[in-house]
């Protein structure tokens, strides 16, 4: 069904990549986030927070939001609420006091390491329909375009 009217620009979404790769995103987060949703009580936002500080602890939240391209304000409520759940352990920075850096603490931990080991599964489920070569082309094609500066190419 052709709903656009005459005269106006047309943006066939079907074909778009930064749409085709936000649904494809929002598809495969939303069934992972549907297993640490039911399981453990929190979506997406915190659970990316805990992925990054699992992998790479002792970063600000600024850091966190850098490093998931997630907006500042999303990470700082899902910080706030990891806190108060005792999953994030929040401390001073070395000689600058007006830093903190973010750790899991024991609890964090062992919601990470249950919840990667299903993400991993998620994964390798999604990825079992593409073959070993698609796979590591994805996996450059991803690179490359990651290394391209696509926020600033957006802009």
């Given amino acids: 069904m052709n709903t656009r009217k005459p005269g106006h620009a047309e943006l066939d979404l079907d074909h778009f990549l930064p749409y085709r790769l936000s649904v494809l995103s929002n598809r495969v987060s939303q069934g992972v986030a549907r297993l640490y949703q039911a399981r453990f009580g ?10 990054v500080l699992g992998r790479y602890p002792e970063l600000s939240a600024n850091a966190v939001a850098e490093r998931t391209a997630m907006d500042k304000v999303a990470v700082s409520r899902a910080v ?52 070993a070569e698609e796979r590591a082309q994805l996996d450059k094609l991803i690179d490359k375009l990651a290394k391209q500066g696509l926020p600033a190419m957006m802009e």
């Avoid at 929190?42 to 992925?51: D, H, L, N, S």
């Avoid at 001073?92 to 390491?113: F, K, N």
């Fill in 42 to 51: 929190f979506g997406i936002t915190e659970w990316r927070v805990i992925a």
């Fill in 80 to 131: 706030a609420h990891l806190l108060e759940r005792g999953l994030l352990l929040r401390e001073m920075h070395g000689d600058d006091r007006r830093r903190s850096v973010l750790t899991l603490s024991e609890a964090g931990y062992r919601i990470y390491d249950e919840i990667v080991p299903l993400a991993l599964e998620r994964e390798r489920r999604l990825l079992a329909t593409l073959s």
